[in-house]
């Protein structure tokens, strides 16, 4: 089975959609809006990854989660990442 296959086994190769502001060892998702009290949370989604030999490094999908990670407020600043 080759790398992209197995991605494509786990979680059916699908995954929340977010951004990795503190690098790939997991993805931060908006997870939970509640306009009344102008918050958000935000949660944490883990993967899995392994060095196959003569193949190189494999990685599933950031499906493992959600761990709640920071809430934010109204006008709160918001870490997005490095600007590209």
Avoid: H
């Avoid at 503190?22 to 883990?46: H, L, P, R, Y």
């Amino acid at each position: 089975m080759l790398p992209t296959q197995a991605q494509e086994v786990l979680n059916d190769g699908k995954e929340p959609t977010g951004r990795n502001p503190f690098g790939s060892s997991f993805k931060q998702v908006v997870w939970n809006i509640d306009e009344a009290s102008s918050s958000v949370e935000t949660a944490m989604f883990f993967r899995i990854c392994k060095t196959i030999p003569f193949i190189g490094r494999t990685c599933s999908p950031y499906f493992i989660g959600p761990v709640p990670f920071i809430e934010y407020r109204e006008k709160d600043p918001i870490v997005l990442g490095r600007p590209e």
